[in-house]
């Protein structure tokens, strides 16, 4: 099946840690993703996993992968009011088509 | 340098009336994609080419025709323009299709499409 979900709000305060999680159905997705998009404007990529990885760091973001649970998630660490914006969580269908499969959207609210 | 640009940014019309979206990549990608952003801020994918060549079409009406000149440009016509159509619409390249980090996509800033 095509479903990607994802909560649609998290509120966090400016230098915690923000955690968004994401659950997709096509087992056989090779790469993950995830984009940001500030308000008016396109999708940022932010970062990608591999299928065949568990972790993947990248200065302040964590993305964590649990392919039997089918759950990939993103931890935005020490978040700052800039961090506000829509994180799109987005899996690769299988398939040599390209097509993603996109999330719903999670709005991140950063309070100072 | 833009990376993927498209033109207009914002386009506000009438019922009825007949509309192009075009965009281009100037990062030397293979395969061009038009996403659907509708009010919810869900996002679709509606077509995606390959060297020109069609290799998604979702369903999409056939109102809707994407037209590649070139790998480097993907143009979205639309005819009979009615008030469902309003959403933002998304272009975007990857390299190819080969797998992988190449067929990463990077995003346009979108056109806002408004139907009145």
């Known amino acids: 099946g095509e479903d990607v979900e994802q909560s649609l709000f998290l509120s966090v305060r400016e230098g915690d840690s923000s955690v968004i999680n994401c659950t997709y159905t096509?087992?056989?997705?090779?790469?993950l993703y995830w984009y940001k998009q500030e308000p008016g404007a396109g999708l940022q990529l932010l970062t990608y996993?591999?299928?065949?990885?568990d972790m993947k760091q990248d200065q302040r973001l964590t993305v964590l992968l649990n392919k039997k649970d089918k759950h990939l998630s993103l931890r935005i660490a020490d978040t700052q009011t800039g961090d506000s914006a829509i994180y799109f969580c987005a899996e690769r269908f299988s398939g040599n088509t390209g097509k993603l499969i996109f999330g719903q959207g999670t709005t991140l609210q950063v309070k100072p | 340098d833009t990376a993927v640009s498209q033109t207009p940014k914002y386009l506000v019309t009438q019922m009825g009336n007949d509309k192009s979206i075009k965009c281009e990549q100037n990062l030397g990608h293979d395969t061009m994609y038009w996403y659907k952003q509708d009010s919810k801020k869900f996002l679709k994918i509606m077509f995606s080419y390959n060297n020109k060549e069609l290799i998604i079409n979702e369903t999409v009406p056939n109102r809707f025709s994407p037209k590649s000149p070139d790998k480097a440009h993907l143009n979205l016509h639309i005819n009979s323009l009615e008030l469902g159509d309003s959403a933002v619409y998304f272009c975007?390249?990857?390299?190819?299709?080969?797998?992988?980090?190449?067929?990463?996509?990077?995003f346009g800033p979108g056109t806002r499409l408004l139907v009145l």
């Open positions: 096509d087992s056989s997705s090779t790469y």
């Open positions: 996993i591999f299928s065949n990885m």
């Open positions: 975007a390249s990857s390299p190819g299709l080969a797998g992988g980090p190449q067929e990463t996509q990077y």
